[in-house]
DNA sequence: AAATGAACCTGTTTGC
DNA sequence: TGCAAACAGGTTCATT
């Protein structure tokens, strides 16, 4: 589900939610998610204080006072919630962490493609783990030059790698496809077809999308939730993802879809050259 | 090395 | 109506 600006958007409310809290208690109720859960437990967490929270790529951050941190990733289905009160664990949520001012940190994941871990930061405040992920999209190390670059040679349709994490993180399948028809790119070129124009305007639409998508409060699909349990708006604004057969909004021509990399890509024929 | 496809898991929608 | 297949925001592993 989440991709960076949903991501983006629980980062921020899990600071304010978090930060300064100090863990009372954990409780988990599956074994793992993609990877194991249980080094949680021999983690200790109890007794430590969540100092701030902050995203890379896909993943939320919560830094501890002990220089370790609670890394999540949401995969396709991953809720959290901060809640004060008794509720009874919904079915599935594998991970609870109970504050020191009485509230929950609560960790859902339906498909349990999402992950909890606990890892070392490093001295910029990132897990080690996170090194192999490209540059930002939000940032100068992400430009028309570094992209030119990464598309060089490769055979592979630009979909599929701007949505891969070593070229840039934090695109999937829904950013992907508003970038792709904000640049007038179709999805299925390959990569070494792509000339330093049209990375410009590549690059160019991913900056103007993705802040614009998390002002909006992200996405929502069906399932996604920010942390206090509200939808994502940018859903009624995108113009292209999950609109096949539609009228394309700047041309009128039916919108296709292919498959490619094995996920839906919808495209307007005549806008995407 | 790069490209392709399958696998992981559950729930919902679609088509016969 | 019922059931099976297809599909869903992601990542990783195995196979060509």
């Known amino acids: 589900m989440p991709e960076l600006p949903e991501a983006e958007n629980i980062s921020r409310a899990l600071d304010r939610a978090l930060k300064g ?23 200790a967490l109890e007794g430590h204080t969540f100092t701030s929270v902050y995203r890379r790529g896909r ?8 220089n370790r941190c609670l890394m999540l990733h949401f995969g396709m289905s991953g809720v959290v919630r901060v809640e004060s009160g008794k509720i009874p664990r919904r079915k599935h949520e594998h ?3 109970h504050l020191d001012d009485g509230r929950v940190f609560r960790f859902e994941d339906t498909r349990r493609f999402g992950m909890a871990e606990c890892h070392i ?3 910029r405040g990132y897990p080690a783990v996170l090194d192999c992920l490209g540059p930002e ?11 030119h670059a990464a598309l060089k040679g490769k055979r592979t349709p630009v979909k599929v790698l ?25 999805p299925d070129r ?10 410009r305007a590549l690059v160019a639409a991913v900056k103007e999308i993705l802040p614009r998508a998390i002002e909006a409060g992200g996405s929502t699909i069906a399932d996604f939730r920010n942390v206090d349990g509200s939808e994502g708006y940018f859903a009624h604004q995108l113009q292209i993802y999950g609109r096949e057969g539609e009228k394309c909004p700047k041309c009128g021509s039916e919108i296709a879809s292919v498959k490619l990399g094995g996920r839906s890509s919808c495209y307007c024929p005549r806008c995407q050259k």
Request: with cysteine; proline share 6%.
């Open 21 to 43: 809290r100090t863990i009372t208690g954990v409780e988990l109720f599956a074994p793992s998610l993609r990877t194991p859960l249980t080094p949680l437990l021999d983690a």
């Open 121 to 123: 930061l490093n001295d």
């Open 190 to 199: 390959q990569g070494a077809s792509i000339t330093l124009e049209e990375c």
């Open 59 to 66: 993943y939320a951050i919560a830094a501890m006072d002990d």
């Open 137 to 147: 999209p939000l940032t100068d190390d992400f430009n028309p030059e570094v992209l």
């Open 95 to 97: 991970l609870l962490i």
């Open 162 to 186: 701007i949505m891969d994490n070593a070229v840039v993180t934090g695109i999937g399948n829904i950013y992907a496809a508003e970038a792709l028809f904000a640049a007038g790119i179709r």
